[in-house]
């Protein structure tokens, strides 16, 4: 069975700074997808980033970016010029390679808090 | 972008009664729903899959006579929490994603606190 773990519980960061958040995981496969989703207080689920294990080209979505080693099978999530509108819960999630139907797998999450 | 609504986003119930919670794609047609629980400060617990037509595959330890799941058409699917109490006071979240899609879309989230 796939595990995804978030190893931080807690950041922090200073606004305008840059933050990294940490995500491992854990499969056989060789296709997939890996995602974060970011949840603020409203609990909405919002999809910061996505990034299919096959492309070695790390997905950058404007001030968010991530570092994907397939080998080491870690996933980390660099935000860049960080903003108060950023803090909020940050989750990595796992998916398999399938047409549809596949579940998410979640790590346990990682707090942001952003300072002014 | 395809957009999932749940309803209610609130609700408070009494111990003993059943509420439903609905889950809608909007804007696409969603071949699979998948229901999730989720306490404060927790990640997000499947409770089950379900695909439009067929029965609900429901994740270890869900209870399915208590948590009935109907996945009647390609934008509807809907969670009945049947005789509730209140350890099943959470909040609730579905997400939807057609064929071929690779990321799953999520509503917005219910609230449900039974008294």
């Known amino acids: 069975a796939q595990t995804v773990t978030q190893s931080q519980p807690e950041m922090s960061v200073q606004e305008a700074e840059t933050v990294t958040l940490s995500c491992t995981y854990d499969t056989s496969e060789s296709d997939y997808y890996l995602f974060w989703y970011k949840q603020p207080p409203s609990r909405q689920m919002i999809l910061v980033i996505r990034q299919e294990a096959y492309k070695q080209q790390n997905a950058t979505e404007n001030r968010f970016s991530v570092n994907f080693q397939k080998a080491a099978k870690s996933f980390s999530l660099k935000i860049s010029d960080s903003q108060l509108g950023d803090a909020a819960m940050y989750f990595c999630a796992y998916r398999r390679w399938e047409t549809s139907g596949s579940r998410l797998t979640f790590g346990e999450g990682t707090q942001l808090t952003v300072n002014p | 972008g395809a957009v999932v609504s749940q309803h209610p986003s609130r609700v408070i119930c009494k111990s003993g009664t059943s509420v439903k919670i609905e889950c809608r794609s909007l804007?696409?047609?969603?071949?699979?729903m998948f229901w999730y629980r989720q306490f404060p400060k927790q990640s997000l617990m499947l409770m089950a899959t379900?695909?439009?037509?067929?029965?609900?595959?429901?994740e270890q330890g869900v209870e399915k006579d208590k948590f009935l799941i109907n996945h009647a058409s390609l934008t509807l699917s809907t969670l009945t929490v049947t005789s509730a109490h209140p350890e099943d006071s959470s909040f609730y979240i579905c997400?939807?994603?057609?064929?071929?899609?690779?990321?799953?879309?999520f509503g917005p989230g219910t609230r449900l606190t039974v008294t």
């Open positions: 804007d696409f047609q969603a071949t699979t």
């Open positions: 997400s939807a994603n057609w064929q071929g899609a690779g990321e799953q879309y």
């Open positions: 379900s695909n439009e037509g067929s029965k609900a595959t429901y």
